[in-house]
């Protein structure tokens, strides 16, 4: 059996694809010499589509080019114009049509359409009903709610999934209060409608303001679109908007305290087979037209204002037989992340008592007050937690839930969180009462004592330091540095390299991404490819220094090629120009010695430090050089303050430091990220070489990433473009070789970057299971979001590099798994 189905953009923008579709079928029928195009866009037929059960069936949907407003506006057109499409489906060989959207709504919901023609047709909204009524079931179950003691608001009355959605829930004995159109309905006749035994339970109302002051569990479900503003909805609230156009006017920020979810969709996944797909995602009343099809059924099941619970509950059963279920939830398109829902029992529960809990503030003023868009990106992939404690290689929320961290900061906790001696330190200064800001009355004490430790374990013959309070500002004062120590101005450094985000060490970051915004940069800053020393050597001449990392962290830790540091060294020594190795990320134990570039015998001219150096409790940079740079730039009264700054340099962040450098040269962690980083890279490698999609494991020391295969993808997005092409009717495929060269550029460049970002997304997939399945903090790194950086704590032990090895992989066998491999 054939069916037919009509569908119609619920937006000016899809109406618009609508009519671009339309133009590129009339130019191919043209072209073909067939005249014409009608004025709708058939859009591909579902092949074959078999259920569970054997039974079969195959259908045509069509696209009208009209909006909502456009067809209830003018009802006798619209209704005209609709039944044409019928008959026009009914002579294309459907034996069953199903009415969509506002289809199904113009001529007393379908039934002036029926009368008309000589072919059944269903407004599908049984199905809907029940897809939104099983949903609701679920919400409450997960929630912990029982439907009996929650008074439900239903929006929409007296329209048919409206009113049939009431009597569902009053046959459960939930409490309704039933908002009806204003100034167009008799609430009291609205009401005469239901069974005597119901009507203590329901409450009709023409005020939808009173209906959600009632209420914070809603159904809506009315034919108007856009009567419901999610900022105006109380905390707590659960609302499922069953309406297209969508009832609930979404907030440009998503609220916490709200949870919208889409309502009246089935899922069929992989339980039918059809030549063309069936969406995650099928509204319940084109669900209900391919059922009815399967079951050889070509009726009017659905039409009318009156739907019987009855039949609503058979077109459910007969749905989960042919293997339709409801459609998990959804906010706009999107799944909810997982944990999501569950978790919004505590955001009710809060609500009723009139509280919200620290976490639940904290996300809110985060994503209100500090970044919305990170904080959206967050909720999006299941990392918004907010974490009370940390100790170790462990954070913890305020419920208790343990994590172990393999992001330390990106690489602020080498020592780990809150290192008893390191917080001990900070502890008895403070409350000994030293003076911690007196650096510009008088002699730092700490200070001096702390640039003295770092110039002896520091490589080479470093003698003098200056402090600041963070390492992109250790990086501006080392280009500062150069320049006045060397009377030249260009700075050379590597492609794909992070110095920071200030102007001066954004100058000297090699990825485009991060300077777009901010051009003119620093002038006379050059760069050249990571690793080539005849580079190097052409663009040094002349230059005041060449700065680098012995490891790209934020580059995707990428490790310099053997004998690399060395060399540039040698190269810069020839020229007359600084080296100044950035051993922010790198230093202090991280890579397996005190600084990376020891291992390679390199003595730089400049050492920039951060991060670790102060255990990550307190802001501390520090710029370490020798007294032949430290006096040509300022070895005179005037030039001796030419640079300084006002936090820098104080006794507490330095006595912080002290402590902290105690702890790495006492508790040995050099050597111990040196053992257990070759331990993790080599159960890395174990579990990670079946799956394809892992491009390398990589890294030295407790410094290493996982990179994703950047053409995993590849020529998904051309192929997916091909295949529709190829199914749409009328030879659209033909249009592509005519063109502009400038269009099929820019698309294939789009394609590109589909592709790339759906590694992207593969990354962030992987970050999020690994938090939420495993408990184990990971992220991306700054320059690509294709590798997923892994830099624990330094005091990790073997049993946490085993568990994180596990972990891994597990993920990636239920990603492959998904993938369809």
């Avoid at 912990?144 to 004995?173: K, R, Y």
């Avoid at 993790?680 to 996982?706: K, Q, Y």
């Avoid at 830099?791 to 369809?820: K, M, N, S, W, Y």
Wanted: some cysteine; overall charge negative.
């Amino acid at each position: 059996m054939k069916f037919g189905f009509l569908v119609h953009p619920v937006s000016a923008q899809q109406q618009n694809m609508i009519r671009a579709a339309t133009l590129l079928a009339a130019t191919v029928a043209g072209r073909a010499g067939r005249g014409p195009a009608a004025p709708y866009l058939p859009v591909p037929s579902f092949g074959h589509i078999v259920s569970p059960t054997g039974a079969s069936c195959s259908g045509e949907v069509r696209y009208i080019p009209h909006t909502a407003p456009d067809l209830l506006g003018h009802v006798s057109e619209s209704v005209s114009y609709v039944i044409d499409q019928v008959r026009s489906l009914h002579d294309n060989g459907a034996a069953l049509v199903g009415l969509g959207g506002a289809t199904s709504i113009i001529g007393n919901r379908g039934q002036r359409i029926a009368d008309q023609v000589d072919i059944p047709v269903t407004s599908g909204n049984s199905l809907t009903a029940h897809a939104a009524h099983r949903l609701l079931h679920e919400v409450l179950d997960t929630l912990g709610e029982d439907i009996g003691t929650v008074p439900i608001g239903v929006i929409g009355a007296p329209g048919s999934i409206a009113t049939a959605l009431a009597s569902l829930l009053l046959e459960d004995g939930a409490e309704v209060v039933l908002a009806c159109r204003k100034g167009r309905v008799d609430p009291l006749l609205v009401l005469a409608e239901f069974p005597q035994r119901h009507r203590d339970r329901v409450e009709v109302t023409t005020d939808l303001a009173d209906c959600l002051a009632k209420t914070t569990v809603v159904l809506a479900a009315s034919s108007s679109g856009a009567i419901v503003e999610e900022t105006a909805l109380r905390p707590g609230t659960v609302v499922i908007d069953v309406a297209l156009p969508r009832d609930v006017v979404h907030a440009e920020r998503p609220r916490e305290d709200v949870l919208i979810l889409d309502g009246g969709l089935m899922t069929a996944g992989s339980a039918l087979g059809s030549g063309f797909g069936l969406s995650e995602q099928l509204n319940g009343c084109l669900a209900e037209t391919i059922v009815l099809a399967l079951e050889q059924r070509p009726e009017s099941y659905s039409l009318g204002r009156q739907l019987d619970p009855a039949r609503i509950g058979e077109i459910g059963e007969l749905a989960a037989r042919h293997g339709f279920r409801v459609a998990r939830p959804a906010r706009l398109g999107r799944p909810l992340p997982d944990g999501r829902l569950a978790g919004f029992a505590a955001v009710r529960g809060r609500a009723r008592t009139g509280g919200a809990d620290e976490s639940t503030l904290a996300r809110r003023r985060f994503a209100t007050h500090v970044n919305p868009q990170v904080g959206s990106m967050y909720a999006v992939h299941g990392l918004d937690r907010v974490f009370t404690t940390g100790h170790g290689a462990v954070l913890a929320t305020a419920d208790g839930t343990e994590y172990l961290d393999f992001v330390a900061g990106y690489g602020c906790l080498n020592v780990g969180h809150n290192h008893p001696a390191v917080t001990r330190a900070a502890r008895g200064f403070l409350t000994g009462g030293q003076p911690t800001f007196v650096q510009y009355t008088s002699v730092p004490a700490r200070t001096g004592e702390l640039a003295e430790r770092l110039c002896h374990l520091a490589p080479g013959t470093m003698e003098r330091v200056f402090f600041s309070n963070s390492g992109t500002e250790a990086v501006e004062a080392a280009l500062k540095m150069a320049r006045a120590a060397t009377g030249r101005t260009r700075i050379v450094y590597a492609d794909n390299s992070f110095h920071g985000k200030t102007l001066g060490a954004l100058s000297v970051t090699g990825r485009e991404s991060h300077r777009a915004q901010f051009h003119p940069l620093v002038p006379d800053c050059l760069r050249v490819p990571y690793g080539d020393e005849d580079e190097l050597r052409a663009a040094v001449a002349g230059a005041a220094a060449f700065i680098v990392e012995p490891v790209q962290g934020e580059g995707g830790v990428v490790v310099a090629p053997p004998g690399y540091l060395a060399a540039a060294a040698n190269i810069c020594r020839e020229a007359g120009a600084l080296l100044i190795v950035d051993e922010i990320q790198t230093g202090l134990g991280r890579t397996g010695t005190m600084f990376a570039c020891e291992s390679q015998l390199v003595e730089p001219d400049i050492l920039c430090l951060a991060k670790s150096l102060s255990g990550g409790l307190v802001p501390i940079g520090a710029t370490l050089t020798t007294a032949a740079v430290w006096d040509a730039a300022y070895a005179s009264p005037t030039r001796s303050i030419a640079h300084t700054s006002t936090f820098g340099g104080g006794n507490f962040a330095a006595a912080v430091a002290l402590a902290t450098l105690d702890v790495l040269v006492g508790e040995e962690l050099s050597t111990r990220a040196d053992r257990l980083g070759k331990r993790l890279r080599a159960g890395l490698e174990r579990v990670c070489a079946p799956f394809d999609f892992i491009a390398e494991t990589r890294g030295v020391g407790l410094m290493n990433a996982i990179a994703f295969d950047p053409g995993y993808f590849a020529g998904a997005t051309g192929a997916a473009v091909s295949e529709s092409l190829t199914r749409l009717p009328g030879g659209l495929f033909d249009l592509s070789d005519t063109l502009p060269d400038t269009v099929s550029e820019s698309l294939r460049h789009a394609g590109t970057a589909v592709e790339q970002a759906l590694t992207e997304l593969l990354c962030m997939r992987f970050v999020s299971a690994l938090g939420t399945r495993h408990r184990i903090l990971t992220f991306i790194t700054a320059n690509t979001n294709q590798v997923m950086r892994i830099q624990p704590p330094l005091v990790v032990d073997e049993a946490d590099i085993d568990r994180f090895v596990e972990a891994t992989g597990e993920v990636c066998g239920t990603l492959q798994h998904r993938l369809g491999h």
